[in-house]
């Protein structure tokens, strides 16, 4: 089991910056690949940013250029840069984890933390 927990969320104005920070336990971390996912009022939750356990890295066509996912294996965290923030960008955030274990993905989700970008 994999619990992960969220923080860094708030309210910032637009063309502002804050880190997401997705801190994960019990299970061995540096094997994960872990994402981002965003979910906004009415719309569907979409994938934002992910990063391999190798380190590749993929980004939403909307936010290359200004959001950046690293992790840290050694403090088992995964972090969302999100820079030039903007209105859209409103929504609560998800940390991801997929763990492939007897040759089949395990997903696991924290609790979500949530971002308000004013105008």
């Known amino acids: 089991q994999v619990q992960l927990v969220e923080s860094g969320g708030g309210l910032v104005r637009a063309g502002g910056s804050l880190t997401l920070s997705c801190v994960a336990s019990?299970?061995?971390?540096?094997?994960?690949?872990m994402n981002w996912y965003r979910q906004a009022p009415g719309n569907e939750r979409e994938l934002v940013a992910g990063?391999?356990?190798?380190?590749?890295?993929d980004y939403l066509d909307s936010v290359k250029g200004r959001f950046t996912i690293s992790r840290d294996n050694a403090k088992s965290t995964v972090y969302l840069q999100m820079n030039s923030l903007k209105p859209e960008d409103t929504a609560v955030y998800y940390c991801?984890?997929?763990?492939?274990?007897?040759?089949?993905?395990?997903?696991?989700w924290g609790q979500g933390t949530e971002v308000t970008v004013s105008s």
């Open positions: 990063i391999r356990s190798g380190g590749t890295t």
């Open positions: 991801n984890a997929v763990m492939i274990d007897q040759s089949r993905p395990w997903y696991y």
């Open positions: 019990g299970s061995i971390f540096s094997g994960m690949h």
